[in-house]
């Protein structure tokens, strides 16, 4: 009997374990190089903390009326744009006027926004003779309305100064009237509804405050909620 036979009976006859085990012996696995472990990147969280908040970012800037023709409010000296637009208490339909000057662009209203008489519109041009603070708020993207809140508190303090509010809204006009009656906002409350107003003062956060002499010049614009402190300084300064 070969050598071969012999050790293949002797194979048969050894149990599963005693065959693996010698195949181990006779056929050993190669030897792999041990992986090292890669030190983790302790400045991963923070990418990805910033990451998320450019999302947060990106998502906001889709909601806001705004069509890119600034984000940061009208410009200290210059001219607080004409508009005029349904007040929230009004039944009056329609989106806000905002022609400057005849002829006026398509949908921005058939007659220039000064030439608007009605007392169910905010007409800014008929305020512009005395200090006025303008006060943009929207549905989404932040919980603006309590900046509103502080305003009607701060305007009983500053007699000399007007105080009104733009809201860019697609609501029914109704629920609308039902939020300012619930919240105890009694200034003006002018509804944008189609964002034009906001887009006319380049408007692109939620609040946004801006300040207008006697005249219709603006003194400054403000991004962000402001304390009642802030809002009383700000007016005040416009009658200073």
Known sequence: MSEEHENGDRFDDLSIGERLAERDETHPEPMRRPEVPRQANKYAWLVGIVMFMVL???????????????????????????????????????????????????????????????????????????????????????????????????RRSVPGVRFVTVYFSRKERSELRNLARARGWTQPVALDSDGQVANLYGVGGCPTTVFVREGGRVARTRLGNLTEAQLRRGAERLVG
């Open 56 to 154: 947060g970012v990106l998502v906001f800037v889709q909601t806001i009326p705004n069509q890119g023709e600034g984000l940061f409010g009208p410009k200290s000296g210059t001219r607080a744009p004409a508009f005029a637009a349904p007040l929230v208490e009004s039944d009056l339909e329609g989106d806000a006027n905002v022609c400057q000057h005849k002829p006026c662009p398509k949908d921005s209203g058939p007659v220039p926004a000064c030439e608007v008489k009605s007392r169910a519109v905010l007409n800014v041009c008929a305020l512009r003779d005395r200090p006025l603070v303008i006060t943009f708020v929207f549905d989404r993207g932040a919980d603006c309305f309590p900046q509103v809140d502080r305003t009607e508190r701060v």
